[in-house]
C-alpha cells in the first residue's frame, strides 16, 4: 500500500494538490486566498495530465535521427505521448483568463466594498437590503433618458 | 419555409466551423470599434446571420440525415469533427434565436443599463459567450467542448459582473460564478483526462464505440463518469450545487440573464445527455445507477426545494431564479426516466422552458427599465401602468405554471405521461405539487399587479408608461411563441414536439449515428 503510493508518487502529489485546494476554496473567507486555492486546485490537473501523457521508457516526442524532411517515424524509438501536454497548454491559458478576470472582479469589489472579506461584504449586503424595503425604489433617473 | 434553398453552397458545407468563427472574429473586432452605435447593428448583425445560418443547418440535418464536418480537413478521430446532427441542431437553432431576441432588446436596455463606455466591450462579450455555448453544442470533441464551455463561462463571468452599474451585487455575483464554475469546468477536465487514460481517444464518438466495446470500461471510467457528472452538475445547476445561480441571475444587466436563463444551462443539459446517452451508455450498470438514483432522485428534490425557496423570494429576480432551478429539475427527472418518452420531454422542457424564462426576464428587465421595479410589492397597479408588459409576463407566467393551451403544459404533460409510463406515479404527484408551487409564486406576483391599485407618489398616481417597442417586441414574441407551442399555431408545437423526440431517438440508439465521419 505504502509502497504502491511512493511508486506512484505523482498521483499522490496530484491528489494532495487537489484536496488543499478545494479546502482552501471552500474553507477561506478571503477573496483572494480562494483564488490562490482555485489556482491549487487547478494546477493539480495539469500534473494528472502531463503525468499519463509518461510512456514507460519513452523520450521526449522528438524526431531521432535524419529523415530527410520527411518526418518518418523510427520504429525503436518509443516517445511519450504529446497529447496530453497539447491539452493542457490550452487548459493553462484557460486557468490564467479565469485567474485574471477572477482578480479584476476582487480589485472591483474592493473598489466598492472597500473590503475583500466575505463576512464583511455580506454584512454590507445584508444593511443594504434592509435600507431597501418599506420605501418603494421607483427611481426613474435611470430609465427615463429612453 | 426551407432556408436552405437560398443559403450558399459553402455555407451548408462549412457551416458548422461558420457559427463558431463568425461571432469570435466579429468580437474582436467590436470590443475596438471606435464607434459605440456601430457595437449594437454589427452584433445584431452578426447574431441574425448566425439565426439563418443555424436554421438552415437544422433543416439541411432534417431533410439529409447528420453532418460530421472535418476541422482542416483531418478525418476523425484525429481530427477535431464538428457535428450537426438530431441532439446538436434544435439546441443550436435556439441559442441563435434567443441572442437575436434578446440583441433586439438589448437597443433600449444597454442604454440604461450599461455606462457607454462599457458598451462595445459587453456586445465583444456577449459574442465570445455565444460562440462559446455554439461552440460546445456543436463539437463533436471532448476537449473541445471543456474549451468552448469555458468561453462562454468566462465571457458570462464579465457579462454578469457589468449589471455592477445598477446594482453593485453584481460583482460579488459574478466572483461565486467564476469560483464555481471553474471548479465545475475544472471537475470536467479531470474526468476528460480519466476518460482520455480509459479510452486512449478525445473523439466522442469515437469514445463511445471503445467504451462500448469494453462494456463500460474500468473502474477508471467510473471514476470519470462521476467526475464529468459533478462538472455538469454545478454548470447546469443541479439542485444542491445550484447557489451560484441565483445571485447570477438577479443582479446581471436583463439581456444577460434573459440569454443565460434561456441558453447557458440549457447547452450544459444538451452536455449531460450528449455524455450519458451517447459517449457512455446507460446500458453500463454505473450509469444506469446514476440516472436512477442520482439525477432522477436530484431533479425531484430541486423541483421541489427550489420552487418552495421560490416563495420566500421578496426580489421578484431571485424568484424567477430559484424557479429556474426547479424547473431544471424536470429536465433532469426527464433524463433520470431514460426512456425516449422521458428523453424526448425534457428535451422538449428544456426549448419550452427558454421560450417561457427569457419571457419573464425581458418583462421584467422593462419593468426595471420604466420603475425601477426589482421587489414583488412594487408590482402594484402595473396591469393598469404597464398593460402590454404585464400582459406578456402574465402569458409567461402561465406558461411556466403549465396552464392548458400554453408551452409549458405541453412539455410537462409530456413528461408525467413519460414518468406514467414507467410506471412512477409518485412521480406525477410531484410534477404536480410543484406546478401548484408555481401557482404560488407567479399567482402571488399576478395578484399585486391585478388587484392592487398604482402607488401614489407626490400626491398623484403614477401614470400609465409603456416599455419602449423594441422591448414588447421580443418579449412578446416569446410570449407568443409559448402559446403557438401550446396551441400549435403554425405547427410550431408539431416542429418542436417532432425535433425533440427525433433528438430522444438518436440518444436510444433508434437513429442512426455517423460514427468518425
Redesign the interface.
Known sequence: MIADIFEQYNYAIVIILMMTG?YV?FSSRN?IK??VG?SI??TS?FL??IS?GKVTGGQPPILVGDHGGHGGTDAEVIYSNP??HV?IL??IV?GV??LA??LS??V??RE??KTIEEDE?EAL?YA?NLE??GS?????D??A?? | MDLTVYMPDWMLTHGPAFLIALPLLVAALTAILPFRKLAWWTTSLVTLILLLTAVALAQFELANGAKIYEMGGWAPPHGISLSIDALSAPILVLIAAMAFITMIYAMPATLAEIEPKKRAPYYAAFLLCMAGLLGMVVTGDAFNVFVFLEVSSISSYVLVALGASRDRRALVAAYNYLILGSIGATFFVIGLGFLYMETGTLNMADMARILTELDGGSRVAMVAFGFIIVGLGLKLAMFPIHNWLPGAYAYAPTQVTSFLASTSTKAALYLLMRFTFFVFNPDFVYVDAVLMFLIFGLGIIGMMFASIQAIFQTDVRRLLAYSSVGQVGYMLLGIGIATTAGLSAAYLHIINHAVIKGGLFLALGAMWYRFGITRVDDFRGLSRTMPWTMGAFTVSGFSLIGVPFTAGFVSKVALASAAAAEGYWWAVGFIMISSILAIIYIGRILMVAYFRDPPVIDGKPCVKNEAPLMMLLPMWALAFLSIAIGMNIFGASDIVVGASERAAALLTGALPVAIGG
Open positions: 478545494l476554496v477573496l480562494k483564488l482555485l486546485f487547478q490537473v494528472l495530465y499519463i497529447l496530453p491539452l490550452t487548459a484557460v483568463a479565469t478576470i477572477g472582479l476582487v472591483r469589489i466598492v466594498y461584504i449586503d443594504y431597501g424595503t418603494s425604489p421607483l427611481a426613474p435611470t430609465g433618458n429612453s
